[in-house]
């Protein structure tokens, strides 16, 4: 019998599942480019059926130490990204530059760390959490690429950022990625952001990718770049080795975050 749509998505989402970690809806929706309706969707059906566990903001596998859920599990769905965001802020961002950043949750943390340390930086964003984090930000200088407000995403976009971004520059754009592999590059399995993340990468002097470990060695159907384009990857710490390896051998540089 063949597979639908949504038995292929909800399939991925076991699969993701499958390491214990508690995953948020947004990092779902990242990876599958789906709405965060169809995601929670998903989600419902998937613990209705005893086939996961719903916890606030996300879900996590079925198999839980004495069965308990700790109140703590969403926060450690997220410390991979915060991982990533404290060495990319504490390494990769010079004082006074100009940044661009993703929307998603490893860039969010970004935006927290600039915010909480008061770091003298300006940033360029579509995303309306990173825009509310940093519009109190006094050592911050805020950008905001605006368009269509997509309230799954909860970022801003449009078809006519080709045209508008010709009149930016920003010296890093660090990209949030849902799939890198050695074979494909990076892609992802997505209609319309590939437009807004090229348009971007023309903007800046480099483009750095931002990738938690869950998605290496994955692919999507449409390209983003190769490794010639970008040739820096952060992750973090529970990224496997092998994986890595193949990645370097293909000419990437990959920068691991540690506790």
Do not use: W
Request: hydrophobic share 35%; with cysteine.
């Amino acid at each position: 019998m063949k597979c639908s749509k949504a038995d292929r998505r909800q399939n991925t989402i076991i699969e993701m599942l499958s390491t214990g970690k508690t995953i948020s809806v947004e990092e779902f929706c990242q990876t599958l480019c789906c709405s965060a309706s169809t995601i929670r969707n998903d989600l419902n059906h998937l613990a209705n059926i005893g086939k996961i566990t719903r916890v606030f903001g996300g879900a996590r596998s079925i198999q839980t130490k004495g069965g308990m859920i700790s109140l703590t599990d969403n926060d450690e769905g997220n410390r991979r990204s915060r991982e990533i965001a404290a060495y990319v802020t504490e390494h990769l961002i010079p004082l006074q530059s100009t940044i661009i950043l993703d929307s998603g949750t490893t860039c969010l943390e970004i935006a927290r760390l600039l915010a909480k340390n008061n770091f003298p930086v300006s940033v360029l964003t579509f995303s309306l959490p990173i825009i509310n984090i940093l519009a109190e930000a006094e050592a911050v200088n805020l950008y905001s690429f605006g368009g269509f407000y997509h309230m799954d995403r909860g970022a801003f976009f449009d078809d006519y950022i080709e045209e508008h971004t010709k009149l930016l520059h920003a010296d890093i754009y660090f990209m949030i990625t849902s799939s890198v592999s050695p074979e494909a590059g990076f892609t992802i399995s997505c209609q319309d952001k590939p437009i807004t993340e090229r348009s971007l990468m023309r903007v800046a002097t480099k483009t750095i990718a931002l990738c938690n470990s869950s998605n290496i060695s994955k692919s999507g159907y449409r390209i983003i770049s190769d490794f010639t384009e970008i040739n820096t990857m952060v992750t973090d710490s529970e990224a496997n080795p092998e994986h890595l390896q193949k990645l370097q051998d293909a000419g990437l540089n990959v920068l691991v975050a540690k506790q």
